[in-house]
């Protein structure tokens, strides 16, 4: 039975920086939510000390969406899971506005699913691509 | 640049009198949390109201934990993301006896990864397997 859709976002070769700026990460999520009209139950956030990186957490009526950065691999990892179908959100160009992302993979898969997992199909389950760097 | 290690957990056939349980649901994040002894830096969790389910978010040093239940199809789903290498924990046995789940799917992602995420590669990145119900 499936019962929601996870999107996994990587974003690498971001600027550092921004990896560390937690209202920038805010903003982000803010987009999210606003364009694909998700509704906020409660968050938390956390900025790591010294030269960590930043968690986001919202849990949302339609599931969730979570980040975390890694300023010292300039890496950003974001997860969205909705219960509700949803649009595909612009990961790409987002963070690479946002963050200054040169490369962006966004996979997609399906919750809630036992038997298509077992096997190889998770390919079929499992979609990837990736945006080419602007570099 | 791998940055941690994801596992998605999908639980069927539970109890679903137990995924209207949060207290249920804490005790397993609790285990998960003390087996792997991860830190956790704030937590939140929501029981929808109705006959619906509840959902469940850990922020931890590690990165993070969360749940979402649907007792309308007696399915849980649960993520756990660990940016420090940790052992498997033994999802399968765990949400068998403590959700009354017939079968329990574990797959893992490498996180932060693009290049393999690229290709039809993924297979051997988004590794999965089931255990077989008890019924």
Redesign the interface.
Known sequence: ?I??T?W?I?A?ECDAETLRDEVALRDIFDRVISDLALKV????W?T?PGEAGV?G?A?L?E??L?C?T?PE?R?A?F?L?C?RSRPEWAWEKHLKRSLGAD?V?V?V?Q????SE??S?S??SN?K???AGGDA
Do not use: K, Q
Not at 111 to 114: I, K
């Open positions: 039975m019962v929601g996870e996994l990587e690498a139950v409660d968050a938390i956390h790591f968690t957490m849990l009526t599931s969730h979570t975390h890694y691999h890496t990892t997860n899971y219960c490369a993979a996979s898969i919750r809630g699913e036992l997992r077992e190889r998770e390919v499992f990837s691509h990736r």
